[in-house]
Structures are given as structure tokens and as C-alpha cells.
Nanobody
Framework: QLKLVESGGGSVQAGGSLRLSCAAS????????MGWFRQAPVKQREGVAV????????????YYADSVKGRFTVSQGNDKNTLYLQMDSLKPEDTAMYYC??????????????????????WGQGTQVTVSS
């Protein structure tokens, strides 16, 4: 069982920055596809950014939604057990509950499927990000 715990959400004005963290207990020798999703009120949950934790067999690591490219950066801590989402140039439309998610052990992200919600088995409890104009 993999437990994911997010932190770092909060309120910020448009143009500001936040960094989200996701603490996990991973087998750091085995690749897993994991990353960040978000859900705004009355909207469907959507993929934000994911990465392969060890290997990059398809050469596309990491993967980003078009709406956040150039503004958000997903990365791992040096111990490989913490996932980060650095969010810069935040916009009001980034307001949402942000979730850390991971696929089952020994899994890979790829361009065609990385944002498919139902391929992620483990989810954190979420952390709220609110961006005011």
C-alpha cells in the first residue's frame, strides 16, 4: 500500500508562486508513474503534470498539460520519496484542489495515457490552491 500526503497549498494573488509537496514511501529502485492532478468546482479532475520516477523509456519525461507548460515544474526530491510541483505565474483559473497520484508499482507514463485518471491507483487527500485576481 502506498500512502501519499500532500502539503503546500494556500492562497496567492495572480502572478504569484506556490510549491506543493507530496510525501510517499517508494521503492526507489523501481519505476512508477506519478504526478499531480487537479479538480476545480463543478469541473472534472484533470492531469497537470506527471513523471517517471526512475526510467524514461519513451523519452518524454515529464509530461505537462498544455495549460501549465512553461509555468509549472514537476520534480523529485533527492531521496526520490518526495514529489514537488513548483507553480509560477499562477492564474485565477489554476484555482482547484490539487491531488498527488501514483500508478501501481513498475508503471510508466507515456504521452498518450499519462492524463487518464482511471490508470492511477493511489491518491492523496488533496491540498487547496486558491489564486485571486
Amino acid at each position: 500500500q502506498l500512502k501519499l500526503v500532500e502539503s503546500g497549498g494556500g492562497s496567492v494573488q495572480a502572478g504569484g508562486s506556490l510549491r506543493l509537496s507530496c510525501a510517499a514511501s517508494l521503492n526507489t529502485a523501481r519505476n512508477r508513474c506519478m504526478g499531480w492532478f487537479r479538480q476545480a468546482p463543478v469541473k472534472q479532475r484533470e492531469g497537470v503534470a506527471v513523471l517517471n520516477t526512475v526510467l524514461d523509456p519513451y523519452g518524454g519525461n515529464p509530461y505537462y498539460a498544455d495549460s501549465v507548460k512553461g509555468r509549472f515544474t514537476v520534480s523529485q526530491g533527492n531521496d526520490k520519496n518526495t514529489l514537488y510541483l513548483q507553480m509560477d505565474s499562477l492564474k485565477p483559473e489554476d484555482t482547484a484542489m490539487y491531488y498527488c497520484a501514483a500508478r501501481r508499482d513498475v508503471s510508466f507514463c507515456s504521452a498518450g495515457t499519462w492524463a487518464q485518471i482511471d490508470t492511477y491507483y493511489y491518491w492523496g487527500q488533496g491540498t487547496q490552491v486558491t489564486v485571486s485576481s
